[in-house]
């Protein structure tokens, strides 16, 4: 379990420690609030949603969004990450973080 934890925590606290220089702007959104209530981990659940809650900008779940993810999963992106990246765009964000990569938004453009 530790493994797992730590290939988690590593890539976040890179990104966290951006947000916190000013260097990237935190978006928080829907689609990150329902997939992360699911995590089985407690820990990992209070503190990601702690985190999301600090964002300044929230987006949440429209018709737009819904009917983006739709068309980005015929281009062969799962569901969720569909809404997660139509999220993203709907903020004009530039770049969207996972727990594996980051992806700039304007290659699906």
């Known amino acids: 379990m530790i493994g797992s934890e730590t290939f988690w925590v590593k890539p976040i606290l890179g990104a966290i420690i951006l947000v916190e220089m000013g260097e990237f702007e935190l978006i928080s959104s829907e689609t990150l609030l329902f997939e992360e209530q699911k995590t089985p981990n407690v820990h990992r659940q209070r503190y990601v949603l702690n985190l999301l809650n600090k964002g300044p900008i929230f987006i949440p779940l429209n018709d737009d969004i819904k009917k983006r993810a739709q068309v980005l999963?015929?281009?062969g992106i799962k569901p969720v990450d569909a809404l997660h990246?139509?999220?993203?765009e709907a903020a004009s964000a530039d770049y969207l973080r996972s727990d594996?990569?980051?992806?700039s938004t304007n290659?699906?453009?």
Do not use: C
């Not at 990246?85 to 993203?88: I, P, T």
């Not at 594996?100 to 992806?103: E, G, H, S, Y």
């Open 73 to 75: 999963n015929q281009m």
């Open 85 to 88: 990246l139509a999220s993203a």
């Open 100 to 103: 594996r990569l980051i992806v």
């Open 107 to 109: 290659r699906f453009s």
